[in-house]
């Protein structure tokens, strides 16, 4: 398995292509990047997301920090937003988040952020990458160590920080005393959401919340991996149920029917929500940020408060950055990631949790109910292996039977027709094309799905011939 280099990070499986020497590496990289932009003394924020090779790994970055002169803040176990905010809200030059996000659990990796608490974007990773090339990096003497500080109050500072949005009215939460079902996969969420629950006075069902870092299932929070959750939820009558992936950077729900409420429609709830509140209080101009795949929800919802949606590459930076240039007061991605600017510029569960608690300690029902109140569209994912055949090559053949449709070529290729529309992107890593189409219904979103596999493989097919 190769190591996977983007502007996410890196990550692998450790013990084979993310190795001790290959985490020194990206480590000692980071610094000599940073040191283009900063004379003196720098100083890091370091967190980690529960894994059990995170301690390790941890003890690795921070050793080669210290040995390079760097100031180390270790904040523990924590989610990534956490250590976002951490960078943002102190006098550090950058971050490093120990984390595979939804990885199995074998692998690990790394985030990098810069001094603004954001992570770097497509220039900012090239030049970072560029440092790799370095062979010799300036270890310091044994006189000339850095500090290392352990400072674990971030976990409550997040808390605070969450509560206080001015979305947000704690009383009204606690007052419905909301029965939840929470899984935490037994990683950073454990950390800090039992505790924000506990705050707002919910009767809190625990599962996979001990931080071990052994999770008992597969960690992305899709349907099919949730099936525990689910009914759970049903068994105990709770409100909803919340789950997170392992560094709480993603928000998935579980309705009081013990169904999926749909990672799309965290975001799109919670645009509904914001929308409504600053339509009330007479602003105007609103903008929103999304990615290229995010439901088409969101546009149906910005047009109802004449609100303007733009739509960037998938990628939690390529989001943030827009956000910032448009002025957005919220934005995100549709993997149940939300964004509010009010707080910090990352997608953060906790920010999502609260704001979808506000919204339903308002709402006269239950959260079956608040869905059933928004645009209703369905998402069918797929991949298809183009070995040796080059994706770029791929995607132009498509492109061009397309031409009259309104096209996107930011990130792959976009078509949108009147009544659904098919996201083709290439992956960096694989030697396949994936494949996002939304529709009316699921039957049409999966038969495009299918339509588009069949002409990707009708074209490679005929190169091969």
């Given at each position: 398995?190769?190591?996977?280099?983007?502007?996410?990070?890196?990550?692998?499986?450790?013990?084979?292509?993310?190795?001790?020497?290959?985490?020194?590496?990206?480590?000692?990289?980071?610094?000599?990047?940073?040191?283009?932009?900063?004379?003196?003394?720098?100083?890091?924020?370091?967190?980690?997301?529960?894994?059990?090779?995170?301690?390790?790994?941890?003890n690795?970055?921070?050793?080669?920090?210290?040995?390079?002169?760097?100031?180390v803040?270790?904040?523990?176990?924590?989610?990534?937003?956490?250590?976002?905010?951490?960078?943002?809200?102190?006098?550090a030059?950058?971050?490093?988040?120990?984390?595979?996000?939804h990885?199995?659990?074998?692998?690990?990796?790394?985030?990098?952020?810069?001094?603004?608490?954001?992570f770097l974007?497509?220039?900012?990773?090239?030049?970072?990458?560029?440092?790799?090339?370095?062979?010799?990096?300036?270890?310091?003497?044994?006189?000339?160590?850095?500090?290392?500080?352990?400072?674990?109050?971030?976990?409550?500072?997040?808390?605070e920080l969450?509560?206080?949005?001015?979305?947000?009215?704690?009383e009204?939460?606690?007052?419905?005393?909301?029965?939840i079902?929470l899984?935490?996969?037994?990683?950073?969420?454990?950390?800090?959401?039992?505790?924000?629950?506990?705050?707002?006075?919910?009767?809190?069902?625990?599962?996979n919340?001990?931080?071990?870092?052994?999770?008992?299932?597969?960690?992305?929070?899709?349907?099919?991996?949730?099936?525990?959750?689910?009914?759970?939820?049903?068994?105990?009558?709770?409100?909803?149920?919340?789950?997170?992936?392992?560094?709480?950077?993603?928000?998935?729900?579980?309705?009081?029917?013990?169904?999926?409420?749909?990672?799309?429609?965290?975001?799109?709830?919670?645009?509904?929500?914001?929308?409504?509140?600053?339509?009330?209080?007479?602003?105007?101009?609103?903008?929103?940020?999304?990615?290229?795949?995010?439901?088409?929800?969101?546009?149906?919802?910005?047009?109802?408060?004449?609100?303007?949606?733009?739509?960037?590459?998938?990628?939690?930076?390529?989001?943030?950055k827009?956000?910032?240039?448009?002025?957005?007061?919220?934005?995100?991605?549709?993997?149940?990631?939300?964004?509010?600017p009010?707080?910090?510029?990352?997608?953060?569960a906790?920010?999502?949790?609260?704001?979808?608690?506000?919204?339903?300690?308002?709402?006269?029902?239950?959260i079956?109910?608040?869905?059933?109140?928004?645009?209703?569209?369905?998402?069918?994912?797929?991949?298809?292996?183009?070995?040796?055949?080059?994706?770029?090559?791929?995607?132009?053949?498509?492109?061009?039977?397309?031409?009259?449709?309104?096209?996107?070529?930011?990130?792959?290729?976009?078509?949108d027709?009147?009544?659904?529309?098919?996201?083709?992107?290439?992956?960096?890593?694989?030697p396949?094309?994936?494949?996002?189409?939304?529709?009316?219904?699921?039957?049409?979103?999966?038969?495009?799905?299918?339509?588009?596999?069949?002409?990707?493989?009708n074209?490679?097919?005929?190169?091969?011939?």
């Open positions: 398995m190769s190591l996977i280099t983007s502007i996410s990070g890196v990550r692998g499986i450790f013990g084979e292509s993310l190795t001790p020497d290959i985490i020194i590496r990206y480590t000692e990289a980071f610094v000599a990047y940073n040191r283009i932009k900063k004379a003196g003394k720098l100083k890091f924020v370091i967190g980690r997301d529960g894994r059990i090779t995170g301690k390790v790994i941890a690795l970055v921070s050793s080669t920090l210290i040995s390079l002169g760097c100031d803040e270790a904040i523990g176990v924590c989610p990534t937003p956490t250590v976002s905010l951490a960078v943002e809200k102190s006098d030059d950058g971050g490093i988040s120990i984390t595979a996000s990885n199995p659990i074998e692998w690990n990796g790394l985030k990098f952020f810069n001094e603004n608490g954001l974007d497509a220039d900012e990773t090239k030049i970072f990458l560029e440092m790799l090339k370095n062979k010799s990096p300036k270890y310091v003497s044994w006189d000339k160590l850095a500090n290392y500080r352990i400072d674990q109050s971030w976990i409550d500072k997040h808390i969450s509560l206080n949005l001015k979305y947000v009215n704690v009204s939460i606690r007052k419905k005393k909301f029965k079902v899984d935490c996969i037994n990683a950073a969420g454990g950390a800090i959401i039992p505790e924000l629950l506990k705050k707002l006075n919910c009767d809190i069902i625990e599962m919340c001990d931080m071990s870092g052994v999770f008992t299932r597969i960690p992305e929070p899709l349907p099919e991996n949730l099936t525990e959750v689910m009914q759970k939820v049903k068994e105990e009558g709770a409100d909803l149920g919340i789950v997170v992936d392992p560094d709480v950077d993603r928000l998935v729900l579980i309705t009081e029917k013990g169904e999926p409420f749909g990672e799309e429609y965290t975001i799109a709830s919670v645009i509904n929500f914001i929308l409504s509140k600053e339509s009330e209080s007479g602003k105007n101009n609103l903008n929103v940020v999304v990615n290229l795949s995010t439901t088409r929800a969101v546009d149906d919802i910005a047009k109802k408060f004449n609100a303007s949606v733009y739509r960037v590459p998938v990628g939690e930076i390529n989001v943030a827009e956000i910032i240039r448009r002025k957005s007061i919220v934005g995100g991605e549709g993997s149940g990631g939300v964004i509010l009010e707080l910090h510029y990352a997608r953060d906790l920010v999502g949790i609260v704001l979808v608690l506000q919204m339903l300690s308002e709402f006269d029902g239950t079956s109910d608040l869905k059933s109140e928004l645009p209703e569209y369905f998402i069918n994912k797929d991949k298809i292996d183009i070995k040796g055949i080059e994706p770029d090559k791929v995607l132009k053949e498509i492109h061009s039977k397309y031409l009259t449709e309104r096209t996107d070529t930011q990130d792959g290729l976009k078509i027709f009147s009544d659904y529309w098919v996201h083709l992107r290439k992956s960096n890593t694989e396949i094309i994936r494949i996002i189409a939304e529709a009316k219904s699921q039957i049409i979103a999966k038969n495009l799905v299918e339509e588009f596999k069949k002409e990707i493989y074209f490679t097919s005929s190169l091969h011939r």
